[in-house]
């Protein structure tokens, strides 16, 4: 254990956080440089940060996703040739945005609401000028508004008052529809982190670059130190200043506030009779209401409804607990499927993200006027501390792939700079 006897563990590169963008640094840098020692530490008791799947022995080998969920871009995303590698199935079942089934409803009122969808994402597409936030791009009194509402809450976290329009253009998660790993997001990134050496239940509190050689780690479980150290933890976390930076890195902190993570949840809801519901089918639980929930019925065969729920509503579910949140989705499936669903329904996995300790929410948005501090979060400080996690990427944050591409970025300068400093 690092300073168990009073004396400090030596690295060349500590890595803080075993997420996806820390893992994909990892493996990286055992790639290109074997010679160097790495340890990556984590403050939860597992691999993968918000990648993180759970089982349900009813759902056989398909895996209940509680964070990333959707290989988005696809074909180029890095993950999905890894879940190849790894011996896991990509599932190319299309999403219910890139025409995958959606439940039939009645409403005359779909075309009209579809309409208004368009042309609110043409008007953010076309926005030029000042940045500003998603809501001043509403039309006052259009009566989809609400379901914008909803979907700009699935696509942020969070509300659109608060979230930039130009963070939003920039984003651009690669060509491809978007697929899932049979298994589990989770369980991909996780497994691709386990050659790499690591310390669970790690917290590190407290990171001394005065010295000017190596780099001071302080942790719950003791001291290490390190040539270089590369810091993957959310934004939320940064923000919060559970990581002291010795000298301060006020820069870091203050863009780290400004990206912060939105919230989404996710609940699963076991049924008893998986045949009550027709499979791998989308349904917005209103097309109304901004506050509602998104439904996948049994995904991918699964007997599971999976609700999402996010932003503001997310909080309020997450604060009032988990029957709060089942009687919420309860009572959505009832009024498109009718009140005996009920008795199919219980909880079978749920998340909290805002409340997970060093996490603290789903993923970043950036307020108005922010998003270039993602370039600012990235950044190298001194060619000794270098940031990586998807708040750190341009135009795929929010994502695991993106998580991944920041984390390869950091690992290559973090190579240069040990080579250019032996
Ligand atoms: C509900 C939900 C749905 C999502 N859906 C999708 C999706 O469909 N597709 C997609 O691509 N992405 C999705 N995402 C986003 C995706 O999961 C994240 O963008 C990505 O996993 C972030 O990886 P990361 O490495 O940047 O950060 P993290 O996964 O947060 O990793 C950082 C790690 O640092 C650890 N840590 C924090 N503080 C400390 C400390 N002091 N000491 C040591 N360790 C510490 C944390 O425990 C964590 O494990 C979703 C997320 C959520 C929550």
Known sequence: MPGDNGKSAEEDVVIIGAGAAGIAAARRLQEIRPDLSILMLEAGDRLGGRAW????????????????????????????????????????????????????????DVDAAQDAIGAYFERLDSHEGDDTDLAAMLEPGNAWNGQIR??????????????????????DPGPGPDWRVRQGYGKLVSLYGRPVPARLGTQVRRIDHRPAGR????????????????VTVST?????????????????????????LGLADKLFLGLVHPQALPADTHMLGSFSRGATGTYQLRPLGAPVVEAYFAGDLAHDLEREGGEAAFSFAADELAAQFGADIRRELSVAAISAWAATPHIGGSYSYAEPGASDLRGVLAAPHDERIFFAGEACSHSRYSTAHG????????ADLIAGSLSQNP
């Open 53 to 108: 799947t759970v089982g349900l022995p009813e759902a056989g080998d398909t895996g209940l996703d509680l964070g990333c969920g959707w290989l988005h871009g696809a074909r180029t995303n890095a993950w999905t040739a890894i879940a190849g590698e790894v011996g896991l199935t990509v599932d190319r079942t299309p999403a219910p945005w890139n025409g995958g089934r959606q439940l039939e409803r009645d409403d005359a």
């Open 150 to 171: 909803a979907i700009g809450t699935y696509i942020t976290g969070a509300e659109l008052e608060r979230s930039s329009v130009a963070d939003y253009n920039k984003y």
């Open 215 to 230: 780099i001071g780690i302080e942790t719950n479980r003791g001291l290490l130190s390190a040539r270089a150290v590369l």
């Open 236 to 260: 939320n976390v940064l923000a919060a200043g559970r990581i002291t930076f010795d000298p301060p890195l006020p820069d870091k902190i203050e863009a780290a506030a400004r990206l912060p």
């Open 403 to 410: 998580a991944y591409e920041t984390g390869l970025a950091a």
